[in-house]
Each structure stands twice: as structure tokens, then as C-alpha cells.
């Protein structure tokens, strides 16, 4: 099962922005979506972004389309989140998640319970 270690989190001012990594062990990276997933103090994890094994297929919340890009790295086994804009709301512990494709290409999935594995999370803080 791969395993991942998010970095790249840390304090920013409101307006700023941030790249996330997300690093995975093992030679099946590519055989998992990946996702990007936060969560605030006292409220519930919650789906920011998620992309397809090839990286054809995209999906973000609502809260951060348009600010925030997801990517990833194959030949690195490596996921990004791109976080631009970051306003005060942003602030939150964010993990990165794998999910078997299960031989679908396209699956991204925005659920939390798709997820076969999942980072330690890394606090991305705001200051308005």
C-alpha cells in the first residue's frame, strides 16, 4: 500500500500563497487518484481537490476553484496543491490521500471514504 509525507505548509498572510507536496513511497503511485483533503478546528474534513492517475481529470471544491491547482508527478511520485489567493478560511491541517483507480482512468473521486490511504496532514495557517 503507498504511503505518503505532505510538506510545504507553514504560516502565510492572506494573499499569499503556498505549494504543497505530497511525497509517496512505492512503485504503484500511478496506480492511485489522488486527493487533497483539509480540516479546520472543530469541523469536519472536508474535499479540496482531487486528480486521475494520469492527471487528465480535475475536480475542486467550490471554496477554491480558481485559486487553488492540484498536479501530480508520475516519474516523482509526487502530488502538488498550488494554493494561491489564500484567504483566512483557508487555514486548516491538509492531507493528501491515495485511492486505487481500480482500472478507471478517469476516477477522482471527492469522497473521504474512497481513500485507501492517507499522509499525516501538514498546517497551512492564514494570517488576515
Known amino acids: 500500500q503507498v504511503q505518503m509525507v505532505e510538506s510545504g505548509g507553514g504560516l502565510v498572510q492572506a494573499g499569499g500563497s503556498l505549494r504543497l507536496s505530497c511525497a509517496a513511497s512505492g512503485r504503484t503511485f500511478s496506480s492511485y487518484a489522488m486527493g487533497w483533503f483539509r480540516q479546520a478546528p472543530g469541523k469536519e474534513r472536508e474535499f479540496v481537490a482531487a486528480?486521475?492517475?494520469?492527471?487528465?481529470?480535475?475536480y475542486y471544491a467550490d471554496s477554491v476553484k480558481g485559486r487553488f491547482t492540484i498536479s501530480r508527478d508520475n516519474a516523482k511520485n509526487t502530488a502538488y496543491l498550488q494554493m494561491n489567493s489564500l484567504t483566512y478560511e483557508d487555514t486548516a491541517v491538509y492531507y493528501c490521500a491515495a485511492a486505487s483507480y481500480g482500472g478507471y482512468y478517469t476516477y477522482a473521486p471527492t469522497d473521504t471514504d474512497k481513500y485507501d490511504a492517507w499522509g499525516q496532514g501538514t498546517q497551512v495557517t492564514v494570517s488576515s
Open positions: 486528480i486521475s492517475v494520469r492527471g487528465t481529470d480535475t
